[in-house]
T-cell receptor, first 109, second 112 residues
Framework: KNEVEQSPQNLTAQEGEFITINCSYSVGISALHWLQQHPGGGIVSLFMLSSGKKKHGRLIATINIQEKHSSLHITASHPRDSAVYICAVQPFGNEKLTFGTGTRLTIIP | DAGITQSPRYKITETGRQVTLMCHQTWSHSYMFWYRQDLGHGLRLIYYSAAADITDKGEVPDGYVVSRSKTENFPLTLESATRSQTSVYFC???????????FGPGTRLTVT
């Protein structure tokens, strides 16, 4: 079993829909990261969380440390949100990240 | 230019050849990382470095060699390339006091 599990693996939605991507992990962590990768593109950090909730524009990330679970929400989704979203965790006392396999999001106009 | 860069961006090589992928960052970040990204596996750590002259293995180090003689550079060498090393390689860096990693644009390597 992977230390970081994301769901769903693939998600297709219509423009304007509310999107939720989930991430579960099995180890104690110092921080959790949400990353975005556009097709053929580089990797960009969206959020880094150690507790609670963060918001940036239409993106919201939440984390429940007790349940070892995080969600990434996109409100009023747009075709430019189409990308792979990657969850990564930083285990306690470790400078290395452990990555999920990503969620491929496609937003249809 | 400031930031983290990788070269080359695309490389095709033959089985058995030695290949070096370059990573350069201008922030003087102490930590640098090399990852490979393959379908179905996500990002996997090959090697990382905590400072100049300090390197350590990651999850998938076999067939790769790294060095870090200067803080800003972290080259990755495939000593004798194999088809299984066809992948997209990402370099990343971070400071010692933050968890956030900054990724380079990636190098797409094809081994024929």
């Amino acid at each position: 079993k992977n230390e970081v599990e994301q769901s769903p693996q693939n998600l297709t939605a219509q423009e304007g829909e509310f999107i939720t991507i989930n991430c579960s992990y099995s180890v104690g962590i110092s921080a959790l990261h949400w990353l975005q990768q556009h097709p053929g593109g580089g990797i960009v950090s969206l959020f880094m969380l150690s507790s609670g909730k963060k918001k940036h524009g239409r993106l919201i990330a939440t984390i429940n440390i007790q349940e070892k679970h995080s969600s990434l929400h996109i409100t009023a989704s747009h075709p430019r949100d189409s990308a792979v979203y990657i969850c990564a965790v930083q285990p306690f006392g470790n400078e290395k990240l452990t990555f999920g396999t990503g969620t491929r999001l496609t937003i249809i106009p | 230019d400031a930031g983290i860069t990788q070269s080359p961006r695309y490389k095709i090589t033959e089985t058995g050849r030695q290949v070096t992928l370059m990573c350069h960052q201008t922030w003087s970040h102490s930590y640098m990382f090399w990852y490979r990204q393959d379908l179905g596996h996500g990002l996997r750590l090959i090697y990382y470095s905590a400072a100049a002259d300090i390197t350590d293995k990651g999850e998938v180090p076999d067939g790769y060699v790294v060095s870090r003689s200067k803080t800003e550079n972290f080259p990755l060498t495939l000593e004798s390339a194999t088809r299984s090393q066809t992948s997209v390689y990402f370099c990343a860096s971070k400071t010692g006091s933050s968890y956030e990693q900054y990724f380079g644009p990636g190098t797409r390597l094809t081994v024929t």
